[in-house]
């Protein structure tokens, strides 16, 4: 299915701001043909797997070369100098299926996160959410903004990484759930709805998580569930 075209080749976009600044970038009918990413979700289904080292709740799955060309081509034809980038270095894409039950996270899950992509000085990085489901009450995403000094921040995620769940929940006053709402540590600044086959874009460096407020509807079926492609792009930064 990945020799032929397979994104919008005439997108529309639209930018949402927050404070007068661009947050995110929204394309709908990012694909020509979504549903047949769904079905070859499914028809892959046994390939994916948990990568417990990442945010992410619920397995995943790569994606084969000729998919990740093409989606550089729409992100270098459409949106890089939307982000003042002039090249990709790298990009990293999948498909994911969130599927834990809240007392099923870890407590990095619990929180909004960063993209950890590796980029050095004169580099940056954007990343992307394509959603391929219907049921829209699954949660689109959210975006913070934090309310403590950055390193406090740092500290609470490294121990977020570190900590048992029950000794991390006492120690913060938290609980296992999805992030959907402010808290002590961050802001909600707002949130972009699912939809069937809207793409997003968005800096790597901004908090955001998934913004499920009805996790009793997850489940592991392509078909039906949380299935969205994610992309990650290390891009260099224009010259000044």
Not at 45 to 54: E, G, L, S, T
Request: charged share 25%; net charge positive.
């Amino acid at each position: 299915m990945f020799d032929r075209s397979l994104f919008n080749p005439a997108p529309v976009i639209e930018t949402v701001t927050v404070g007068g600044r661009p947050l995110c970038h929204v394309i709908d009918n990012a694909l020509l043909e979504p549903e047949r990413w769904v079905e070859f979700a499914a028809a892959n289904h046994h390939a994916f797997r948990d990568a417990p080292r990442n945010a992410f709740p619920g397995p995943e799955l790569a994606l084969p070369e000729a998919a990740l060309l093409q989606l550089e081509a729409f992100f270098s034809r459409h949106l890089r100098q939307r982000f003042e980038a002039r090249r990709t270095l790298s990009l990293n894409a999948r498909l994911s299926i969130a599927s834990r039950r809240p007392e099923e996270l870890q407590p990095r899950q619990w929180l909004c996160h960063i993209d950890r992509m590796r980029t050095e000085p004169g580099q940056l990085a954007v990343a992307s959410v394509l959603y391929l489901f219907r049921d829209e009450s699954l949660g689109g995403t959210g975006f913070y903004r934090p309310l403590r000094p950055l390193g406090e921040i740092m500290q609470l995620m490294e121990e977020a990484a570190a900590l048992p769940s029950a000794e991390f929940g006492a120690r913060h006053g938290l609980r296992p759930a999805y992030m959907v709402a402010s808290n002590a540590w961050f802001e909600k600044m707002t949130s972009v709805p699912a939809k069937w086959n809207r793409l997003i874009f968005y800096s790597g460096t901004v908090f955001h998580s998934g913004d499920i407020t009805a996790p009793e509807r997850l489940c592991d079926d392509p078909r039906t569930g949380r299935l969205t492609l994610n992309g990650f792009f290390t891009c260099r930064r224009n010259l000044a």
